[in-house]
């Protein structure tokens, strides 16, 4: 079947423009992860959405960066007035997690990379 | 804070050998660790899950062993070949985080020579 996709694949902004990077998980997957990456690092938390709710967005770096998934499937992640440190690869996972104690794999996305010029 | 640490940063092999990559967590309360491959402008493709209840998965030529009482676990990769070029990358599921958040080290690269 489909696997996570994302879109633009690639995105060039000059400093100041505003970005929304798409997210289109796997079909029935409860749960939805933004991560960032930096050149030669791995990827870090951004924020996550169990349907619609956005249960947690403590890796958001700043009030510029905000996340909606309004009817629980894509998901939209939005910077504002890009900065040249915002320039990385962002991956949007899903997974099957509802709750509970058991954990479910998470699959990932190709990642938006996005230059700030 | 649960900090995952790999060594080493890069790794560059003559085919044919084993391959070890090591991946240490300073949290053991995880609910498992999950090892994923990275091509050059790619994304993750997940290799192997092991859960906090077992010591390790295979599959195929690769082997993950966990420890959780020591913080780590390794990945092992027999007969290494070119195709197995690539980054590693190993992420912790923290059993605090609210729906199951990744917490990743910074990745081996490898790199296999004919």
């Known amino acids: 079947g489909a696997g996570v996709s994302q879109s633009p694949r690639y995105k060039v902004a000059k400093r100041g423009q505003d970005v929304a990077l798409r997210c289109d998980p796997i079909?029935?997957?409860?749960?939805l992860f933004w991560y960032q990456q930096a050149l030669g690092q791995g990827p870090e938390f951004l924020t996550y959405?169990?349907?619609?709710?956005?249960?947690?967005k403590s890796g958001l770096p700043s009030d510029r960066f905000f996340a909606e998934r309004p009817e629980g499937s894509v998901s939209t992640l939005k910077i504002q007035r890009t900065q040249q440190e915002d320039s990385a690869v962002y991956l949007c996972?899903?997974?099957?997690?509802?709750?509970?104690?058991?954990?479910?794999?998470?699959?990932f996305g190709p990642g938006t990379r996005l230059t700030v010029t | 804070k649960q900090e995952v640490t790999q060594i080493p940063a890069a790794l560059s092999v003559p085919e044919g050998e084993n391959l070890v990559l090591n991946c240490s967590f300073t949290?053991?309360?995880?609910?498992?660790l999950q090892w994923f491959r990275q091509d050059p402008g790619k994304g993750l493709t997940s290799l192997l899950l092991?859960?906090?209840?077992?010591r390790e998965q295979t599959s195929g030529r690769l082997n993950a062993s966990l420890d959780k009482s020591s913080g780590r676990s390794t990945l092992y990769i027999a007969a290494s070949q070119p195709g197995d070029s690539a980054t590693y990358l190993c992420?912790?599921?923290?059993?605090?985080?609210?729906?199951?958040?990744?917490?990743f080290g910074g990745g081996t690269r490898v790199l296999v020579k004919p």
């Open positions: 996972a899903s997974s099957l997690f509802r709750g509970g104690t058991v954990s479910y794999e998470q699959y």
């Open positions: 079909s029935g997957h409860v749960s």
């Open positions: 959405f169990q349907n619609e709710a956005q249960l947690d």
């Open positions: 949290d053991s309360a995880i609910y498992n």
């Open positions: 092991i859960q906090s209840s077992q």
């Open positions: 992420a912790a599921h923290m059993i605090k985080a609210a729906g199951n958040k990744l917490t």
